[in-house]
Every structure is written in C-alpha cells, then in structure tokens.
C-alpha cells in the first residue's frame, strides 16, 4: 500500500502485529481442539472461513447495508466532497468513496480491506450538528484509519471471536455442551470440551481485540489532528458528538451498538461501561492527547 503523510504510529503497528500473532496462535491451537473433536466442527469452521472471506472482501458493502448508507455523488453533497477531497489530497492517498446514513445518531465511520476500496460514511445527525471544521478533524480521524490499515486488521481479528461464537452455538444447540458423545466412550465429552474451548477462545480474542480497538482511536485522533493542525477542532467534534449521544433514545443506541469499534464515538446508553471491555477510550483520554498535542503546536 502506498505511504500517506498521515503520521505514522509505531505504538499501533506494533500492537497490530502482535494481536494477529496472538490470534493466530489461539487460532491454530483452536483448529486442532476442533479437528480432535470430529467432522461437524470442521465444517462449522470451514463455513465460518467462508464468513470470513466474504466479511473481508465486502466489509464496505455490508457496513453501508447495515447502517442504511448510500453513496453521495459531488451535486449531492458538495460540502462533503470538498472536505474530503481537500483531506484526501492533504494526506496524500486516494479519494474514498463518500456516503451518508440517515440516522441522527451523530457519527462517522471508515470502512474498507484498503485504500482503494475504501469508503468514508457520516450520519445525518452529525452533519446537523458540526460546523465545517469539526466535521474535518472527525473526516481526518476516519481517514488515518484507512491510512493505518487498521480497518482491515480489526475485521481480521474479529474472525476467532465470530468462529468461537458459532462453536458455542453449535455446541449449546446441538445439545453437546450438556455432555455429548464420548470419544470410545470412555474419553471426556467432546460436545462439552468444545463449548468450553469455544468460551475461552471467544474471551480471549474479545479482549485483544477491545485493547487493540481502544488504541487505534487514539492513533487516529493524533494523526488526524496533526494533518489538520486543528486539534481543538477534533476535540469540540468529540465533546459535541459525546454529549448529544447522551441524548438519543436507548432503543436508538443498542440498534447502533454493534458497529461500536468501527463508529468515530461509541453509541452508549449509560457510562457504566467497564473501561476493559469498550471499543473506545474514555472521553476524557481523548481530550487530553488532544490538549497535550494542542500545546505542542502552539510552541
């Protein structure tokens, strides 16, 4: 992939790099556990790998199918275009695709296996709510996540907690998980064995996957607001975003809570949510970096 002049994060290479070894390991020792545990599984997970390519090559399409985006031509959306054209350029990569969901939850998300394929998707909610400037440091944002390729590796980590779900499933629904057939009869129940290996594989993987998730939005928002020079923007983008979320119906908020990881700010009903478990750092972390990168421009 060609190199942008979005600022590189070694801290999220880095991070990336191990969180696929990881899951790479997991997935192996997994595979086996499954090959032991006959025919069935195996296809469970052939078919989850289908999942998987499909997830991989139409990630844009499906997130756009899911949160009800269209793509906008230029005469639809001038505005739009001109700021991402200006950041597109700025950045040095090529012009996503561009696209708006209508839904007044006010946020932004990046979609896509590259930067050709990528696609750039706000909300009409967030049109509504920020003026030019804040709606071009949370473009940035969204841009440094195509220009880190952290898009691609975050729907490839997801694979092992998807694969894992689906064996609980399956053992849970075939009835395994309450003991199941025994290898010769004699050995441990392979039914239970998997809906056991399935549950740690799944809270493994989840963890590795919020962690690396928690900082890929730091990196972004550092990026981003180092293209723009404008980190205030960024951060009266958070502060608004963040605030007005608040305010949406809950019903509103858990349909919008799955695409949680890939969204600018996490839809949340409450703020009870253990910091272990979110897709996004606090708030507070947020500004903060922001203050601190502010600080360093201004000298």
Not at 10 to 26: C, D, K, N, Q
Not at 205 to 211: G, K, Q, V
């Amino acid at each position: 992939m060609a190199a942008t002049r979005f600022a590189p994060d070694r801290g999220l290479s880095v991070r990336m790099a191990v969180t696929m070894f990881l899951l790479g390991l997991l997935y192996v020792a997994f595979t086996a556990v499954l090959i032991a545990a006959g025919a069935r599984a195996v296809t469970v997970l052939v078919i989850a790998a289908g999942l998987l390519l499909a997830q991989y090559f139409l990630s844009d399409k499906i997130a756009l199918f899911a949160m009800h985006g269209r793509e906008v031509s230029p005469e639809e959306a001038p505005e739009l275009h001109g700021i991402i054209d200006r950041l597109s350029a700025l950045g040095g990569m090529p012009k996503p695709r561009v696209a708006i969901a209508d839904s007044d939850i006010p946020n932004a998300f990046a979609t896509g296996r590259n930067q050709k394929n990528a696609v750039v998707c706000v909300t009409t909610g967030i049109l509504r709510r920020l003026d030019a400037q804040e709606l071009e440091g949370v473009i940035a944002h969204e841009l440094s996540h195509v220009a880190h390729r952290d898009v691609a590796v975050m729907t490839i980590a997801s694979f092992l907690g998807i694969v894992a779900g689906l064996m609980t499933r399956f053992a849970l629904y075939s009835g395994l998980a309450g003991g199941g057939r025994r290898d010769n009869n004699n050995g441990p129940p392979i039914g239970l064995i998997i809906f056991l290996v399935s549950g740690l594989v799944y809270c493994v993987s989840f963890l590795l996957t919020r962690a690396l998730s928690r900082y890929r939005e730091l990196a972004a928002d550092r990026a981003g607001a180092l293209l723009t020079q404008r980190p205030s923007a960024l951060a009266s983008a958070l502060t608004k975003v963040s605030g007005d979320i608040a305010r949406i119906p809950t019903r509103d908020l858990r349909e919008a809570q799955p695409f949680n990881a890939f969204y600018f700010a996490p839809a949340l009903s409450g703020q009870s949510v253990a910091a272990l478990l979110s897709t996004h750092p606090p708030l507070e972390r947020r500004l903060e970096q922001l203050a601190r990168i502010s600080a360093a421009l201004g000298r």
